[in-house]
Nanobody, 117 residues
Framework: QVQPVESGGGLVQPGGSLSLSCVVS????????MGWYRRVLGKDMEYVAR????????MYADFVKDRFTISRDNAQNMVFLQMNSLEPDDTAVYYC??????????WGQGTQVTVSS
């Protein structure tokens, strides 16, 4: 079972920035779509962003509003989420999603992002 591992969460003031990272030890990483999701306490999992295998195709949830950027480095088997202009409503646990063309998708254990003054 592939287990993505997220890092980079923490506490930031409103208007600040954070960069999340996720590493996936899978030989199929470079041919797989990768995504970021988040879960606010007491609510359902929410889609944030997705990047295609080569990194040229990206998609975002409407609430991102050009504040977040997803990218990947296939040489390092990593995907990133750069988050700018953070708001208190962005407070959540952020999860990395690995979605291979063949096989089962998998999730990391999440990293907490807290936006508060």
């Amino acid at each position: 079972q592939v287990q993505p591992v997220e890092s980079g969460g923490g506490l930031v003031q409103p208007g600040g920035s954070l960069s999340l990272s996720c590493v996936v030890s899978a030989p199929t990483f470079s041919t797989s779509s990768m995504g970021w999701y988040r879960r606010v306490l007491g609510k359902d999992m929410e889609y944030v962003a997705r990047v295609g295998p080569r990194g040229s195709s990206t998609m975002y949830a409407d609430f991102v509003k050009d504040r977040f950027t997803i990218s990947r480095d296939n040489a390092q088997n990593m995907v990133f989420l750069q988050m700018n202009s953070l708001e208190p409503d962005d407070t959540a646990v952020y999860y990395c999603n690995f979605a291979p063309i063949r096989g089962t998708e998998s999730w990391g254990q999440g990293t907490q992002v807290t936006v508060s003054s």
